[in-house]
């Protein structure tokens, strides 16, 4: 799951894999309380807290350069995650906070599928759902999620 997230970074991006599983195990390991009821609810808390960990770092980095002008990214660059697309994740969090003020749960499957690389019935089992609800609310977010990227990228411009 690291490795996934960190292709999507920019090249000579400061955080290592390595780097970005010890943060993440670091604070699941600082996480009181959890009854861990099965393998997709803990890929489903470790997306949170590498979403978490990435967010904060894009954003200090922004804070750095004042500003930063990071690059606005489309829905489709931020959902292919490959060494070729650096994915801005703190504007494709922006844009999920957003979504989650609308719909939380079409948010928590963007999460769980982007970030926590979790399949259909696994993001079903932790939501508690269907594999069709997930489905269905996956290709909603999506769409609103390219929607709101282009309305701020237009913005931006």
Same mark, same amino acid.
């Given at each position: 799951?690291?490795r996934r ?14 780097a970005l ?25 470790s997306a949170? $807290? ?5 967010? +904060?770092?894009? &954003? %200090? !980095?922004?804070?750095?350069? /004042?500003?930063? @002008? ?25 844009? $999920? ?5 609308? +719909?939380?749960? &079409? %948010? !928590?499957?963007?999460?769980? /599928?982007?970030? @926590? ?41």
């Amino acid at each position: 799951m690291a490795r996934r997230y960190m292709a999507g970074e920019s090249p000579g991006h400061a955080l290592q894999t390595t780097a970005l599983v010890n943060e993440a195990y670091l604070r699941l390991v600082d996480v009181k309380k959890v009854s861990w009821q099965n393998r997709a609810h803990f890929f489903g808390i470790s997306a949170q $807290l590498m979403r978490q960990i990435l967010v +904060d770092l894009g &954003r %200090s !980095r922004r804070a750095l350069k /004042r500003g930063g @002008g990071a690059n606005t990214l489309s829905l489709e660059e931020a959902l292919i995650v490959s060494p070729e697309r650096g994915a801005d994740v703190v504007a494709l969090d922006d844009a $999920l906070r957003v979504l989650t003020s609308i +719909d939380a749960r &079409r %948010s !928590r499957v963007v999460e769980l /599928r982007f970030f @926590g690389g979790l399949s259909v019935e696994e993001t079903a089992e932790v939501l508690k759902v269907s594999p069709e609800t997930v489905m269905h609310d996956w290709k909603l977010a999506k769409a609103w999620l390219l929607r709101e990227l282009s309305v701020d990228e237009a913005h931006d411009a």
